[in-house]
Structures are given as C-alpha cells and as structure tokens.
C-alpha cells in the first residue's frame, strides 16, 4: 500500500463531498479523506498502485489545486 498525501485549496465541506464522491467513483479501491482543519487542506489518499499525478490532475481539473507533499 502507499500512501500520498498533497495540499489542496478545498476548503468548504460541500466541495470536500464533491471531490470524495468523484475521486472515490474514479478510483473506488483508495482510500481517500480529507484535513480541513490544517492549514494545507490536506488530502490523503491509500492505495495499490496510487499515481499521484492522476489524483492532482482529476482535481485539477474540477478547479481546484492540488500538489503532492514531500
């Protein structure tokens, strides 16, 4: 399993549901949640396999910014 884990700008709870439900429905073996009490708005995503360049381009393109962490 790896698990990467990339700053995002998601900040309200409805677009949190969003992002979920539409990464979850791409990629429906991750498991994926979200921090949007720390100040990155992190996103957590575990997986077999996991790419992170198509976690930030999916989300990238819904608008929102999305950028792995070291």
Same mark, same amino acid.
């Given at each position: ?14 677009? *949190?549901?969003?992002? =979920?439900?539409?990464?979850? *429905? =791409? ?44």
């Amino acid at each position: 399993m790896m698990v990467e884990v990339f700053k995002t700008n998601v900040q309200q709870e409805s677009d *949190k549901s969003r992002v =979920l439900a539409i990464i979850q *429905k =791409l990629f429906p073996n991750y498991k994926i949640n979200f921090d949007l009490e720390d100040c990155d708005r992190i996103l957590r995503v575990e997986g077999a396999k996991l790419k992170p360049e198509n976690i930030v381009e999916h989300l990238n393109c819904l608008g929102y910014i999305c950028v792995p962490l070291e």
